[in-house]
């Protein structure tokens, strides 16, 4: 801890004023379309200037700094108004320390300064021994040949409090489901199946199995969405894996008096691709399909060769609405009542950001509804699936 003002072991100590930063403040005051902007921002913004001090903060950043007014705010570094420990190491404030270097709100201030935008993660130790997980960006602004940085800064604490709970409650939950799945395949193999008793320990089986599948379902979707799924490509066999899908949703309660089955002119090729994910999506447009449909009629699964690629495709007879096929794809849109919709929305996040291919889907009263999920001969490479959007 140094108590020299002008003593720093990373950023530069120098500070502006008071008059230089009221300079700098009525300049930005005198910038009302930015400060009306910046005010209307739901997230916290500031306008920093060479020496790293507030001379503007919007609404939400005062609300944030407890309502704090902003002529209180004026001249202080982010660090000290948010309470970072490490401010106060050193007489010179924010930036000045060692553990400064590993601060991502300072080496963003640090290269906007130098002209260029930047956006880093924070974590910042509070002096009352909270701590506060950031995302900050930074970009250069000029006003009146003055070189200011603007600062802006999301609290994503919760999101990753949420995702740690997330991810314990699967393994958890999994965990208690392979118990239930062991005993139940345990009785069936006990009780013969001729008997009703042998028939009840079956049903338990298949519906532990089923619930296993829907929680990997969700655990997946929920990776996907977060970007942390990684796909495994294996060499798959086209029509087997059609086949397969056919006869569990042909057993699915879904499918009582229709019929599932697989096009004759299925191709039988092999290729490279993440067969869960893949027997995911087909799951979903089958499943789709079968709740579509009416009573004595059915559904084909079929993959044939199509543009270079390979494409799997699951017809239904029936046409969708205009309404519904402009609304189709959106997360949470459901014909089916609240809380349901992620089946159409996952068959696209799962084939364009993971499979590295096209989904689709037309319908029409003449022809009904088919939906298309077209994968490359190859597996992608890993820098584009990153460089998917």
């Not at 379309?33 to 919007?58: F, S």
């Not at 199995?209 to 066999?237: C, D, H, T, Y």
């Not at 096929?325 to 459901?334: G, I, T």
Request: aromatic share 6%; hydrophobic share 35%.
């Amino acid at each position: 801890m140094s108590t020299d003002p002008h003593f720093t072991e990373f950023a530069p100590p120098e500070r502006s004023c008071g008059e230089e930063i009221s300079s700098d403040a009525r300049l930005v005051a005198e910038s009302p379309g930015l400060t009306q902007t910046l005010d209307m921002t739901p997230g916290q913004a500031l306008i920093l200037n060479e020496n790293r001090q507030i001379v503007y903060a919007n609404r939400a950043f005062q609300a944030m700094a407890e309502n704090e007014p902003l002529e209180n705010l004026l001249g202080q570094r982010p660090g000290e108004v948010l309470g970072c420990a490490y401010s106060v190491r050193n007489a010179a404030g924010c930036g000045t320390t060692r553990f400064c270097s590993e601060c991502g709100a300072m080496k963003a201030m640090l290269a906007s300064q130098k002209g260029e935008a930047a956006q880093q993660g924070c974590e910042i130790l509070k002096k009352n021994g909270d701590a506060l997980d950031l995302k900050v960006w930074t970009t250069p602004l000029d006003l009146r040949g003055r070189r200011f940085t603007l600062f802006t800064l999301a609290d994503q604490g919760a999101d990753k409090r949420r995702r740690a709970l997330e991810r314990l409650f699967y393994h958890d939950v999994l965990n208690t489901a392979g118990g239930l799945y062991g005993y139940a395949d345990l009785l069936s193999e006990l009780i013969p199946a001729e008997q009703e008793s042998g028939r009840y320990a079956r049903s338990i089986f298949q519906l532990s199995e089923a619930i296993i599948e829907e929680i990997q379902a969700q655990k997946e979707l929920s990776a996907a969405e977060n970007q942390e799924l990684v796909p495994r490509f294996v060499p798959v066999q086209a029509r087997a894996l059609l086949e397969e899908v056919a006869r569990s949703y042909q057993a699915h309660q879904v499918s009582k008096g229709k019929t599932v089955q697989v096009a004759p002119d299925s191709v039988e090729v092999t290729l490279t691709t993440d067969r869960t994910l893949l027997k995911r999506v087909l799951g979903n447009m089958t499943k789709n399909a079968l709740e579509a449909s009416n009573p004595g009629q059915s559904v084909t699964l079929r993959c044939h060769d199509q543009d270079g690629g390979l494409a799997f495709s699951v017809h239904n007879p029936k046409a969708m609405p205009e309404k519904i096929q402009l609304q189709v794809f959106k997360r949470s849109f459901s014909t089916k009542g609240s809380g349901r919709g992620l089946g159409t929305y996952s068959i696209k996040l799962l084939t364009e950001r993971y499979l590295g291919g096209r989904a689709w889907f037309t319908s029409s009263p003449a022809e009904g509804t088919t939906f298309t999920a077209l994968l490359p001969p190859e597996p992608p490479s890993p820098e584009s699936l990153r460089e998917t959007p």
